[in-house]
């Protein structure tokens, strides 16, 4: 179980740096894994930002049945923080809400994300967690991107 945690924890790291960075390769060192991964573009966010920070929302399940996979996810969000604390010439504030493990508390948790105004979404641990919080970040025109959605429903559900 360690090691899929440990793989989630770097699959976060890449789709961070992926959306939000230009560089070659990046070593990873941690105490857990030690892997090389590729970042190879930028993309602009969504949201005009008139400060000299981005805003990036993470919502994971940080307490309840799920909270070891959030867990993970947020820590491999961190890794890639610190590592990228800037983007587009701007510092990433990452906005982390804990949605509970619980589908109307990740719809309450996304709804604090999109008045906190960020410019893009990652997480959240748990197809029905996103698949919960989707229509939101959908409505608000905010892009979210979860690494581990496996339910079909969360692909045919925003097409």
Known sequence: MKRILDFFTLVFYII???????????????TDFNTTAVNTTTVNTTTEQTSNTIKI??????????AAGGEEELRGIKIANKLHPTALGKKIELVIVDNKS?????????SKLVSDKVSAVLGSWSSSLSIAAGPVFENA??????????????HLSFQ
Do not use: R
Not at 16 to 30: E, K, P, R
Not at 57 to 66: M, R
Not at 102 to 110: F, I
């Open 16 to 30: 961070y740096s992926l959306l939000f960075q230009h560089t070659n390769i990046t070593t990873i060192n941690t």
């Open 57 to 66: 929302g993470v919502i994971e399940p940080l307490t309840g049945v799920s």
């Open 141 to 154: 025109q905010i892009p979210a991107v979860c690494a581990n959605c496996t339910n079909p429903l969360f």
């Open 102 to 110: 619980d589908k109307t508390e990740c719809v309450n948790a996304a």
